[in-house]
């Protein structure tokens, strides 16, 4: 009987741990429908497992001050938004003063979820940041005068706007020819002397050029011929004849060359340093040549007539034999070409400028032969002039508002205009330093400007 009991009670507490299971079970099961049917929770569960999800944030608890958060919590926060009933007493006072000036109640922070950031070090020298700072800092801003710093007396300067009568050597001293006499001022100390004087059969001076060595200067005649002097001595070297029959109008210089432009069109190379001084010749111009330049290699000369033309001569190609054909001929222009400009940044781009009829400043590429722009400047374009120092171009004017106009290049926006002469600005000329610039006008007044400003 007794084991009959027994299993019984053994059954019977078996079923009871069945149904408490089931029961505990049903339970977790309607306790999960229960939390799937919550919108916030799925929500959440699914924005933790979304990509889109921001980073936690876990404040740093080796900052926090626990007591003093505490302390705040409790007891420093009454009397404020909620007052309570004050059921303080004196030793209970004390105490809470005494805990308060031990937790620097003071503080407005009671949390600090980061620690301090250390110490900056700078990685970067002074001297190199400095340095970095000022090749970073911006340009400033230059201010052109907008009048000559000084105006000398030109009397006798001819008014002819084929010749070239004005330059500055690199000697820093500048020449000018007026009527039959060439006069030299000295930039350094202001000082003038007297080169030469032709006779009336012979003259007047027509051009003249300065050699690159800053002594020696080519003095071009009305008779056709042209003289070397050295400056420094005042003394006549030599002069050359037969290559000319008229007039020389225009010089210049390519080391020991010395190129001759003339009334009867014809272009010379002459080598100083030898008794047969003709080398080359360059034939394309049927009217006077007014203008010549050699670019900075020494390669390429331009040259620009009172035919309206513009021509490009290759030196590897010259011959001494037989006239040399042109590289490029341009003839774009509608008036004679006298102001021609080489860059000094890019040593294919050439400038030139037209006569009254023309009136533009054109630019060539003159190892394609292609015309890159051309401006209206209004007025007749008589010399031009390259800053060396920035992309920045002047010209000088004749009829009909006798100016010098600064441009910005390439966009060939008008800087300043400068005033001051009363009649044609037939000539200009930079200093060795490449700042000021002297121009000539047949107002018989010699002014220098500086336009250019200081170089970096």
Same mark, same amino acid.
């Given at each position: 009987?007794?084991?009959?009991?027994?299993?019984?009670?053994?059954?019977?507490?078996?079923?009871?741990?069945?149904?408490?299971?089931?029961?505990?079970?049903?339970?977790?099961? %309607?306790?999960?429908?229960?939390?799937?049917?919550?919108?916030?929770?799925?929500?959440?569960?699914?924005?933790?497992?979304?990509?889109?999800?921001?980073?936690?944030?876990?404040?740093?608890? /080796?900052?926090? #001050?626990?007591?003093?958060?505490?302390?705040?919590?409790?007891?420093?926060?009454?009397?404020?938004?909620?007052p309570t009933p004050n059921f303080s007493s004196p030793a209970r006072e004390a105490y809470r003063k005494q805990l308060a000036e031990s937790l620097n109640m003071n503080r407005t922070r009671i949390l600090a979820f980061k620690n301090k950031p250390p110490t900056l070090v700078d990685p970067i020298p002074s001297d190199f940041s400095s340095s970095a700072h000022h090749l970073k800092s911006t340009k400033p801003h230059r201010t052109i005068p907008q009048t000559s710093e000084r105006t000398l007396d030109a009397p006798d300067l001819v008014d002819d706007y084929y010749l070239n009568l004005l330059d500055w050597g690199s000697n820093n001293v500048l020449s000018i020819a007026l009527g039959s006499t060439v006069y030299l001022w000295d930039a350094s100390d202001g000082s003038t002397s007297e080169l030469m004087t032709v006779d009336e059969?012979?003259?007047?001076?027509?051009?003249?050029?300065?050699?690159?060595?800053?002594?020696?200067?080519?003095?071009?005649?009305?008779? /056709?011929?042209?003289?070397?002097?050295?400056?420094?001595?005042?003394?006549?070297?030599?002069?050359?004849?037969?290559?000319?029959?008229?007039?020389?109008?225009?010089? #210049?210089?390519?080391?020991?060359?010395?190129?001759?432009?003339?009334?009867?069109?014809?272009?010379?190379?002459?080598?100083?340093?030898?008794?047969?001084?003709?080398?080359?010749?360059?034939?394309?111009?049927?009217?006077?040549?007014?203008?010549?330049?050699?670019?900075?290699?020494?390669?390429?000369?331009?040259?620009?007539?009172?035919?309206?033309?513009?021509?490009?001569?290759?030196?590897?190609?010259?011959?001494?034999?037989?006239?040399?054909?042109?590289?490029?001929?341009?003839?774009?222009?509608? =008036?004679?070409?006298? =102001?021609?400009?080489?860059?000094?940044?890019?040593?294919?781009?050439?400038?030139?400028?037209?006569?009254?009829?023309?009136?533009?400043?054109?630019?060539?590429?003159?190892?394609?032969? =292609?015309?890159?722009?051309?401006?209206?400047?209004? %007025?007749?374009?008589?010399?031009?002039?390259?800053?060396?120092? #920035?992309?920045?171009?002047?010209?000088?004017?004749?009829?009909?508002?006798?100016?010098?106009?600064?441009?910005?290049?390439? %966009?060939?926006?008008?800087?300043?205009?400068?005033?001051?002469?009363?009649?044609?600005?037939?000539?200009?000329?930079?200093?060795?330093?490449?700042?000021?610039?002297?121009?000539?006008?047949?107002?018989?007044?010699?002014?220098?400007?500086?336009?250019?400003?200081?170089?970096?």
């Amino acid at each position: 009987g007794s084991c009959f009991l027994f299993l019984f009670c053994f059954f019977v507490f078996l079923f009871l741990c069945r149904d408490m299971e089931t029961a505990f079970s049903n339970s977790s099961v %309607s306790s999960k429908k229960c939390k799937s049917r919550c919108p916030l929770q799925e929500q959440l569960l699914r924005r933790r497992n979304s990509r889109e999800n921001f980073d936690r944030f876990i404040p740093n608890r /080796s900052a926090m #001050d626990f007591d003093y958060a505490h302390y705040m919590l409790t007891e420093g926060n009454k009397g404020k938004e909620n007052p309570t009933p004050n059921f303080s007493s004196p030793a209970r006072e004390a105490y809470r003063k005494q805990l308060a000036e031990s937790l620097n109640m003071n503080r407005t922070r009671i949390l600090a979820f980061k620690n301090k950031p250390p110490t900056l070090v700078d990685p970067i020298p002074s001297d190199f940041s400095s340095s970095a700072h000022h090749l970073k800092s911006t340009k400033p801003h230059r201010t052109i005068p907008q009048t000559s710093e000084r105006t000398l007396d030109a009397p006798d300067l001819v008014d002819d706007y084929y010749l070239n009568l004005l330059d500055w050597g690199s000697n820093n001293v500048l020449s000018i020819a007026l009527g039959s006499t060439v006069y030299l001022w000295d930039a350094s100390d202001g000082s003038t002397s007297e080169l030469m004087t032709v006779d009336e059969e012979c003259g007047p001076v027509t051009s003249l050029r300065w050699a690159p060595d800053g002594r020696h200067i080519a003095v071009g005649l009305n008779n /056709s011929e042209v003289q070397l002097w050295d400056s420094a001595a005042a003394r006549l070297l030599r002069t050359l004849r037969g290559g000319h029959v008229s007039r020389v109008g225009s010089l #210049d210089w390519n080391n020991h060359i010395m190129t001759t432009g003339g009334m009867d069109g014809q272009i010379i190379n002459n080598d100083v340093r030898v008794r047969a001084h003709i080398v080359e010749t360059y034939h394309g111009h049927h009217q006077e040549v007014c203008g010549l330049r050699w670019s900075a290699s020494g390669q390429q000369l331009a040259s620009g007539g009172n035919d309206n033309l513009l021509h490009i001569w290759d030196r590897s190609v010259a011959s001494s034999n037989s006239p040399t054909r042109w590289l490029h001929r341009f003839e774009e222009h509608t =008036a004679a070409v006298k =102001a021609i400009a080489w860059c000094p940044f890019q040593g294919n781009l050439l400038a030139s400028g037209g006569g009254e009829g023309d009136r533009t400043i054109k630019f060539w590429n003159t190892h394609t032969g =292609a015309c890159l722009n051309t401006v209206d400047t209004g %007025s007749q374009v008589c010399a031009l002039l390259w800053n060396k120092n #920035d992309r920045e171009l002047l010209s000088s004017h004749g009829f009909t508002q006798n100016q010098l106009t600064l441009w910005k290049y390439p %966009s060939m926006v008008k800087m300043a205009e400068l005033t001051g002469h009363t009649s044609r600005v037939l000539y200009m000329s930079p200093s060795p330093d490449g700042c000021q610039v002297a121009s000539a006008a047949a107002d018989e007044t010699l002014r220098f400007w500086n336009v250019f400003g200081t170089p970096e």
